[in-house]
Antibody
Framework: EVQLVESGGGLVKPGGSLRLSCAAS????????MTWVRQAPGKGLEWVGR??????????DYATPVKGRFTISRDDSKNTLYLQMNSLKTEDTAVYYC????????????????WGKGTTVTVSS | QSALTQPRSVSGSPGQSVTISCTGT?????????VSWYQQHPGKAPKLMIY???KRPSGVPDRFSGSKSGNTASLTISGLQAEDEADYYC?????????FGGGTKLTVL
């Protein structure tokens, strides 16, 4: 069974840091391009960023609001995706979803049909 | 990087059809035929309903259809059912990022 399980969420003060993890199983993780999407309370979905597979360069792309503060990385030996969040702001409060596509071409065009249940990050003093 | 524009809410009675619009620019929706739609029930993760503007993943009922004209994509749900009540989001390829729409709440009356 294809599965993504996020962890690492919690309460953090503004200016603080947090690292989220996403454990993948049931598919060939090292070939997958992985994406983080977030959803603030009562708000819509927001694309955060993605990381390509190492064979496709392993490069990352980020949304403007998080560029320079968030870093996406992966450990293919552990089938795990990470989101390092620094200089957190109150507006970063959200449920963070780990997601990917089930087909190669889904990666290219941001089609996400595999989702985790999400982990909640609250930034508050 | 700007979000796509969707109506905040739409509604329809069981058996009727509703259409949700998604307006972007020539840099996203209008520039590519790579629009997707997601359904999200409260407290749940999103579910991919449409990709490549009008294709349905396996298991998605054919009551769901997509189209695009210029900078606006549309999701039509025909034969509305109670379980279709949910939030719907569009998303478009835009090069190195993927803007979502603000979301539309569908109410089945």
């Amino acid at each position: 069974e294809v599965q993504l399980v996020e962890s690492g969420g919690g309460l953090v003060k503004p200016g603080g840091s947090l690292r989220l993890s996403c454990a993948a199983s049931g598919f060939t993780f090292n070939n997958a391009w992985m994406t983080w999407v977030r959803q603030a309370p009562g708000k819509g979905l927001e694309w955060v960023g993605r990381i390509k597979s190492k064979t496709d360069g392993g490069t990352t792309d980020y949304a403007t609001p998080v560029k320079g503060r968030f870093t996406i990385s992966r450990d293919d030996s552990k089938n795990t995706l990470y989101l390092q969040m620094n200089s957190l702001k109150t507006e970063d409060t959200a449920v963070y979803y780990c997601t990917t596509g089930s087909e190669l071409r889904f990666y290219y065009f941001y089609y996400m049909d595999v989702w985790g249940k999400g982990t909640t990050v609250t930034v508050s003093s | 990087q700007s979000a796509l524009t969707q109506p905040r809410s739409v509604s329809g009675s069981p058996g009727q059809s509703v259409t949700i619009s998604c307006t972007g620019t020539s840099s996203d929706v209008g520039g590519y035929n790579y629009v997707s739609w997601y359904q999200q029930h409260p407290g749940k993760a999103p579910k991919l309903m449409i990709y490549d503007v009008s294709k349905r993943p396996s298991g998605v009922p054919d009551r769901f259809s997509g189209s695009k004209s210029g900078n606006t994509a549309s999701l039509t749900i025909s034969g509305l059912q109670a379980e279709d009540e949910a939030d719907y989001y569009c998303c478009s390829y835009a090069g190195n990022y993927a803007p979502f729409g603000g979301g539309t709440k569908l109410t089945v009356l």
